[in-house]
């Protein structure tokens, strides 16, 4: 047996093989680039099963209930809150009686146990999170937790990854003068306060009349200010608030 | 009888292309070539590497707790073996590079199997900072890419330049090591029997046919990468170093790190060099190939580094002192000179600073027992030299309300043995299946050493004179 242990044909096996060896690294590592961003992990705009049928649409949009009446705690806590069955009894004990759809909600106030509602937005224990601040700050709901007023069954607006915490966080300047219009025809109301006055514009106005941040924000499609003119408005609230952007984006905000 | 005469030379006996193929080749094409010793060590190297495996095991499952690291020692025996190591690393790449660009036709027969260690201690240093990580399944973070964490990592930080520099290092030896291995791998193809082993050889040779192209591409490719390895043999210790020089710890910050590393590296790598050569010549009988010559230059090279080693201890002493810090002149008189660990500081300058000093002795640089004998202290003393540098200093810092006592833990132990034991598997099985000598290469040296005379295989051996 002489050198030639294979046929002429390997030379193409080798070819494909230098190429596979090139590429295929390439491929995978994009590949996993895309799937770690894609909604299959990020859950974003994917609904939720949940053990009653909940519409954000329906109470926030059409019966026009203010998020707070529910998320008591969002103004003063880490925590939003999640609404006990007496929140929801206090209006179904009244009406949708009957209703088969509120059978677990009428089961959980006799039983005396809480609904077990499926956690939509959740973030590592690693991560310290506080919705106070945000609202206090004047971030608008909508810009974080998408159009919730649309949602028939809740879903995630937005990644929750720290690249995208990280867009406001080092740049609070761009997310902060989205109210500016608001501000101006309510000019004794504090940002905490504009971003709940947003949704009555929005129910008075309809979305064919807002500002362009605001249509936006309604959209889920805001991604903070571009306008040179907005950016410095947002610098001026910065400097209002007292916000100390130099340090917003440092470890220890988020992972004490 | 012939010993004494052709002693000086890096062949000897009587020597023609096919003695060469045969002494090298049959150590992979004939397995009666290896006798039980070879098995026996193979169980130590195996049971070695069960024990590194269950250690990491262990240490994942309980976390670093397991380490005998502390605040403030929050560096112990994990970055100690670490840049031991890598240090150990350093001798191949030096053999295979910069001897082969100085045209050093010394490096030829020891140059493989040094290529073979630096590739395997390195893998044995890489473990540890990847489990010192803590969380070794998010170690792709150490890497800059553009992530979901919209983090980079931080570039000035030393850290991350020794990502890059043993990554790279990695890499470029193995790559190095494999292009060399090519036309040895055609060799072997051609003259194995068994068909398994002529088809993974063929594999591996990718087509090689010793044509003027081949040997023409494989020259280009061979030197590129050894200039691009040139460097990395300064620069991979270097970086290692400013790991320490660059942060304000009393004895870590000081300029002379950089080169005194470096030093230290080629110094350990040619100890673990000659450790592994002289059983290797003996048992396989490859004294006509690893002749006392190398040792004797290998020796001198042990020699040469070692006192810039030492020239390194001195400078440590003086600038604690010239420096005016106390805290630099408290660790060297309270923690080096004297304390709990003095003694490891004194057993350093012994094994690094004095037994190398017998290679100034003609007869004890060809002299098998010294030559294993100071092997093995200059060993035991560079891994001496890390633990002086890396635990002792942290233990006595800046606040004397945190000085805390390091202690190695039983894991810190058996991951050490546990290395020593995986590096040894890979050494025993590289022996077996890959040419531990570079067969062309020494063919090469041959035909240059035989007067440039034109000689064919089957010719009558022509004694080397």
């Not at chain 2, 045209?103 to 493989?112: E, K, L």
């Not at chain 2, 290679?359 to 294993?372: G, V």
Request: contains cysteine; proline residues 5%; aromatic residues 14%.
């Amino acid at each position: 047996m002489g050198s030639q242990v294979f046929k002429p044909n390997a030379n193409s096996i080798a070819h494909m093989a230098i190429i596979g060896i090139a590429v295929g690294p390439l491929t995978i590592g994009l590949a996993l680039a895309a799937l770690s961003r894609s909604p299959a992990n990020t859950k974003v705009n994917i609904a939720k099963n949940q053990p009653v049928p909940f519409s954000h649409q329906h109470h926030n949009w059409e019966l026009g209930i203010d998020c707070r009446y529910c998320h008591t705690s969002v103004e003063k806590s880490s925590f939003a809150g999640i609404p006990s069955t007496e929140t929801c009894m206090s209006c179904h004990s009244q009406i949708w009686t009957n209703s088969p759809l509120l059978e677990p909600v009428r089961q959980s106030y006799e039983t005396n146990t809480p609904i077990k509602w499926n956690k939509v937005n959740k973030l590592p224990d690693f991560v310290y999170f506080n919705h106070s601040i945000h609202i206090n700050r004047g971030l608008q709901c909508n810009i974080c937790h998408g159009s919730m007023q649309d949602e028939h069954i809740t879903m995630k607006g937005n990644s929750f990854q720290m690249a995208w915490c990280l867009q406001c966080h080092r740049a609070p300047e761009r997310y902060l003068a989205w109210n500016k219009d608001l501000k101006k025809e309510y000019p004794g109301l504090t940002p905490r306060e504009l971003v709940f006055k947003y949704y009555w514009k929005l129910q008075k106005e309809g979305k064919g009349n807002l500002s362009q941040s605001e249509t936006q924000i309604a959209n889920n499609t805001y991604n903070g200010e571009e306008s040179p003119k907005d950016v410095e408005d947002g610098k001026a609230i910065i400097k209002e608030l007292g916000i100390k952007p130099q340090q917003l984006a440092d470890c220890t905000v988020c992972h004490r | 009888m012939a010993d004494s005469r052709i002693n000086d030379l890096l062949i000897t006996g009587d020597q023609n292309y096919a003695t060469i193929d045969h002494s090298v080749g049959r150590l992979v094409l004939d397995s009666k070539a290896h006798s039980i010793a070879w098995f026996k060590w193979l169980i130590v190297g195996v049971m070695g590497s069960g024990l590194l495996m269950v250690s990491i095991a262990w240490l994942i499952f309980q976390g670093t707790g397991t380490w005998g690291n502390n605040i403030p020692a929050a560096w112990g025996f994990d970055i100690v073996n670490f840049v031991w190591w890598i240090g150990i690393g350093h001798a191949g790449t030096l053999i295979s590079a910069i001897l082969l660009l100085l045209r050093q036709q010394w490096r030829n027969s020891i140059n493989r199997f040094s290529e073979a260690m630096t590739i395997f201690a390195v893998m044995c240093a890489g473990l540890y900072p990847l489990l010192h990580t803590g969380r070794p399944w998010n170690d792709y973070w150490l890497f800059p890419y553009p992530n979901i964490l919209g983090m980079w990592p931080q570039f000035r930080s030393p850290l991350l330049w020794d990502v890059f520099a043993v990554s790279t290092y990695f890499s470029v030896s193995l790559v190095f090591w494999f292009v060399g291995l090519v036309p040895d791998f055609a060799t072997l193809r051609d003259k194995a029997t068994n068909r398994y082993a002529k088809l993974i050889f063929a594999l591996l040779a990718m087509g090689w046919r010793g044509s003027a192209k081949h040997w023409h591409r494989y020259e280009q490719m061979y030197y590129i990468l050894a200039g691009i390895s040139a460097p990395l043999v300064l620069s991979v210790h270097s970086i290692v170093s400013f790991d320490f020089a660059i942060s304000i710890v009393p004895g870590w910050n000081v300029t002379v790190f950089p080169p005194y590393f470096v030093a230290g590296a080629v110094f350990a790598g040619f100890a673990m060099v000659i450790i592994w050569g002289i059983p290797l010549r003996k048992y396989y009988k490859l004294e006509h190939l690893i002749t006392n010559r190398h040792m004797d230059w290998m020796a001198k090279i042990l020699l040469a580094t070692g006192l810039i080693v030492f020239y390194g201890y001195f400078l440590e002493v003086f600038y604690s002192w010239y420096s005016g810090n106390s805290y630099e002149f408290k660790l060297l008189m309270k923690t080096r000179f004297d304390g709990m660990y003095a003694k490891f500081y004194w057993a350093l300058i012994f094994c690094n600073g004095l037994c190398p000093q017998i290679f100034w002795w003609n007869k004890a640089r060809t002299s098998t027992f010294w030559l294993i004998f100071v092997s093995i202290m200059v060993s035991i003393g560079m891994w001496l030299e890390r633990f002086v540098i890396i635990p002792m200093s942290l233990t006595n810092n800046y606040l004397p309300s945190s000085d805390k006592p390091y202690y190695p833990s039983f894991w810190d132990l058996a991951m050490f043995a546990g290395t020593l034991g995986f590096f040894t598997m890979l050494m025993i099985l590289f022996i077996r299946f890959l040419p531990t000598i570079n067969i062309f290469e020494v063919k090469d040296l041959l035909f240059k050493m035989k007067g440039k005379k034109e000689f064919v295989e089957g010719q009558e051996p022509v004694e080397v004179a």
